[in-house]
T-cell receptor, first 115, second 112 residues
């Protein structure tokens, strides 16, 4: 069965370190997204990609970067982790629909703690 | 800023009762979607309603959409303890590509 997996599921790091969260989907979806979820803020979009070599900034992109070298993967990198980036991170993917935003398929989340 | 805002933020009911959650949004949309999230898990898509639809059903779920009021409601009938979860509305604004913007969610607790 097709799926979307995130790793690691839990990570503790220190302020200033670089962290990469992996996201891998086997749906063959062109669209991939990274959201963060915090109490009181719901889900906020960090970065998204509509295909290989395409990346775009979302609502809260400062301090984060992504790269899309193939269809299956969209790793999220925190260049220099800050305590404000302690959160639960969700990766999602969707099919490309012409003029239509389809349903998102979510991973199980990566809980990141920055000390 | 959040495009969608759910109301209430939390809801507690008894098993067998109906649960109604509301979502308001700000801009014109392509469609509106509802998702469910169990504690510690990812979000799962429940239902999608397009901007030219007014009502949609899926099992015990009923979704309405009023584009003139920029609002939607999710009704879960005959609730079960297993329906305990957080429910999120997500909007697809026009001209926003394939992005979805999520609200803050409604935490539903169904007591057995």
């Amino acid at each position: 069965d097709a799926e979307i997996t995130q790793s690691p599921r839990h990570k503790i790091t220190e302020t200033g370190r670089q962290v990469t969260l992996a996201c891998h989907q086997t749906w063959n979806h062109n669209n991939m997204f990274w959201y963060r979820q915090d109490l009181g803020h719901g889900l906020r979009l960090i970065h998204y990609s509509y295909g290989v070599q395409d990346t775009n900034k979302g609502e809260v992109s400062d301090g984060y970067s992504v790269s899309r070298s193939n269809t299956e993967d969209l790793p999220l990198t925190l260049e220099s982790a800050a305590s404000s980036q302690t959160s639960v991170y969700f990766c999602a993917s969707s099919e490309s629909e012409r003029g239509y935003t389809g349903e998102l398929f979510f991973g199980e989340g990566s809980r990141l703690t920055v000390l | 800023s959040q495009q969608g805002e759910e109301d209430p933020q939390a809801l507690s009911i008894q098993e067998g009762e109906n649960a109604t959650m509301n979502c308001s949004y700000k801009t014109s949309i392509n469609n509106l979607q509802w998702y469910r999230q169990n504690s510690g898990r990812g979000l799962v898509h429940l239902i999608l309603i397009r901007s030219n639809e007014r009502e949609k059903h899926s099992g015990r779920l009923r979704v309405t959409l009023d584009t003139s009021k920029k609002s939607s409601s999710l009704l879960i009938t005959a609730s079960r303890a297993a329906d305990t979860a957080s429910y999120f509305c997500a909007t697809a604004p026009n001209n926003a590509g394939n992005m979805l913007t999520f609200g803050g969610g409604t935490r539903l607790m169904v007591k057995p």
